[in-house]
């Protein structure tokens, strides 16, 4: 399936977010993930189906003013 | 001593980590400052960039509390998300909240500020407010549950100081218990230590001191104008006058003509 991840498609096999995340390279990063646009704690990633057209946000601590 | 949030701080110089030259600059400006919190935001980052894990590897080796920003955020839902987001990443529950209104100015959306604080004061979070020097707006959010206020000097980045001295003075004294941190727009340390002398009980700076010539040696005058400044307050300044007063005594003078 084809889900939006920051704006640019991926093919992923599908499944929870916790195991796309791995497969497109997050494995072990802190991040924070929004699935269209709604938040998902790094404990439901686990149990958070992606669906074919889903918008990711993967978020990383970054510089701030 | 400063406390924000039941937090007792010794500097009261908070430091914004965007734009310097590099991340070990950036790191010797926080130690030259002295200051005990950085702001910090998130971004995106794609599979294959390590580059905010790196920075978040960085600002945890520097031994100093993190304020996450919501900036950027245009709306009360994007900001109160990118709220949740941050509690989880920065494990805070402290958070400079950001609701911008307008992108020439990058003035804050009031309206939005105010009801995204309301939502995450009752949650549970500690907000510092990006927010004018209106009054008004000021009380709406000590009722939304806010216990500091972050007024803006002037626009970000801007480096023109504080725009609207007389309205500041008058936030200053109408609250003279809520922590008041000038945020935005200072340029030179100058304008840092007239906020403190003014009474504001800490100043926030970031492009000032990361797009100086020398980041490192900015840092550590922002921190000395901080505490003078600091220092001219609880001294108590003259007030100002219109005329001379002549500080050589007047009798004894000579008469010479």
Known sequence: MKILVNGVWHETAGGELASALEELGYGGRVVATALNGEFVTLEARGRTPLRDGDRL?????MQGG | ??????????SRL?????????????AQAVQASGCEVVTVSLRRESGGE???QGFWSLVRGLGVR????????HSVKEAVTTAHMAREVFATSWVKLEVIGEDDTLQPDVFGLTEAARILCAEGFEVFPYTTEDLVVAERLLAAGCRVLMPWGAPIGSGRGLNNPL???ALRAHFPRIPLIIDAGLGVPSHAARAMELGFDAVLVNTAVAQAGDPVAMAAAFAQAVRAGH???????IEPLE????????IGKAFLG
Do not use: I, Q
């Open chain 2, 50 to 52: 390590r580059s905010g």
């Open chain 2, 231 to 237: 220092a001219a307050r609880l001294a108590g300044a």
């Open chain 2, 1 to 10: 001593m400063l406390e924000l949030y039941g937090t007792p701080l010794d």
């Open chain 2, 14 to 26: 908070l430091l914004g980590t965007a734009r310097y030259p590099s991340p070990a600059v950036l």
């Open chain 2, 167 to 169: 309205a500041l003075k």
């Open chain 1, 57 to 61: 946000e993967v978020l990383a601590p």
């Open chain 2, 66 to 73: 993190v304020l996450p920003n919501t900036a950027g955020c």
């Open chain 2, 243 to 250: 005329l001379a007063a002549p500080s050589t005594p007047v």
